[in-house]
T-cell receptor, first 109, second 116 residues
Framework: TQLLEQSPQFLSIQEGENLTVYCNSS?????LQWYRQEPGEGPVLLVT?????EVKKLKRLTFQFGDARKDSSLHITAAQPGDTGLYLC?????????FGAGTQVVVTP | SAVISQKPSRDICQRGTSLTIQCQVD?????MFWYRQQPGQSLTLIAT?????????ESGFVIDKFPISRPNLTFSTLTVSNMSPEDSSIYLC?????????????FGPGTRLTVL
């Protein structure tokens, strides 16, 4: 079983601050996806990273995929209350998704 | 992307009863997936449902407890049988969409189940 570890488990910050969430594994994934989930809803896809060393930007969100395709990070610049949610990374391997435990992010005004 | 709907969105059920959850996709897909998300936890894959064949269950999940139907390429159901309070969870269906050389999974809104 490939284990995806996310850190930190919980992050509470003030509006305007920056934050980084990490996703690490000892195994290689063919791709890695980041989702955000709000209470009472299903996970919403933010980005898919495929190539080792890849960096993708989505407005204030920057995603990196490690060179060895074993780890990834999500960086949010100037966080806003609307960024509040559960951030999940998921590694894709052999047609299945393996999820990390998630990072609960709370951004207060 | 994919538009996925689930019914019911939530339910409160009595111990020992069964609940069938429906998942509808806006276009034909080969594989549909069912996940469970227990309170405060991440997502765990229950089974993969292919049209025209029996679902493939992950370790710890059995067909008698979670029977799945896949009558066509846009629809699937998951039944939670003989429920106990430990089955209280959010149940999510998802589908794969190819984007270039990789597959991406899209999720429905989930069904929040509470078992008393």
């Amino acid at each position: 079983t490939q284990l995806l570890e996310q850190s930190p488990q919980f992050l509470s910050i003030q509006e305007g601050e920056n934050l980084t969430v990490y996703c690490n594994s000892s195994s290689v994934f063919s791709s890695l996806q980041w989702y955000r989930q709000e209470p009472g809803e299903g996970p919403v896809l933010l980005v898919t990273v495929v190539t080792g060393g890849e960096v993708k930007k989505l407005k204030r969100l920057t995603f990196q995929f490690g060179d060895a395709r074993k780890d990834s990070s999500l960086h949010i610049t100037a966080a806003q209350p609307g960024d509040t949610g559960l951030y999940l990374c998921a590694g894709h391997s052999w047609g299945k998704l393996q999820f990390g435990a998630g990072t609960q992010v709370v951004v207060t005004p | 992307s994919a538009v996925i709907s689930q019914k019911p969105s939530r339910d409160i059920c009595q111990r020992g009863t069964s609940l069938t959850i429906q998942c509808q996709v806006d276009s034909q897909v080969t594989m549909m997936f069912w996940y469970r998300q227990q309170p405060g936890q991440s997502l765990t894959l229950i089974a993969t449902a292919n049209q025209g064949s029996e679902a493939t269950y992950e370790s710890g999940f059995v067909i008698d407890k979670f029977p799945i139907s896949r009558p066509n390429l846009t629809f699937s159901t998951l039944t939670v049988s003989n429920m106990s309070p430990e089955d209280s969870s959010i149940y999510l269906c998802s589908v794969d969409r190819s984007q270039g050389f990789t597959d991406t999974q899209y999720f429905g809104p989930g069904t929040r189940l509470t078992v008393l």
